[in-house]
């Protein structure tokens, strides 16, 4: 895997409780072409796929599910986030070094700021860490015939 500071949610973050990750990505503004009244519209995620690990360092204990939220906001202290993806992952999944089967920035994401938000069901966990990040690309140690 190679990973890129910048693009890093979360680098081994303990969580336990509802919470964001530790950092976000800043997607920049977008520019206004010469001559135009508006600026371009952005939706990252359409095209290429952007490559998206989120994968579990410590294995989770006590809480029910973990749902990680791919959030976008237009401003960086996320005031309004606009969830444009979700994923349920229940405690018996949350061992270290499984992966969540996100894979990939989805289409839909058109502001600036982009974090990953992780909302425990049931008791908050005394253990369980989390590394998420965009990424050059996804092992699978999948074999296609």
Request: charged share 15%; proline share 4%; aromatic share 6%.
């Amino acid at each position: 895997m190679i990973f890129d500071r910048s693009l890093m949610f979360s680098n081994a973050q303990a969580i336990t409780e509802t919470a964001a990750s530790d950092n976000i990505v800043d997607l920049l503004a977008t520019g206004r072409p010469y001559g135009h009244a508006q600026n371009l519209v952005k939706d990252v995620g359409k095209g290429n796929q952007i490559a998206l690990l989120v994968q579990v360092v410590e294995a989770f204990n006590t809480l029910t599910s973990l749902t990680i939220e791919l959030q976008c906001d237009d401003n960086e202290a996320f005031a309004s986030p606009k969830t444009v993806l979700s994923h349920l992952i229940p405690l018996e999944e949350l061992i270290a070094g499984k992966t969540a089967s996100i894979t990939s920035v989805p289409p839909g994401i058109n502001e600036r700021y982009l974090r990953l938000h992780y909302v425990v069901a049931g008791s908050n966990p005394t253990l369980g860490r989390i590394t998420a990040s965009v990424v050059a690309g996804v092992q699978t140690n999948a074999v296609n015939f």
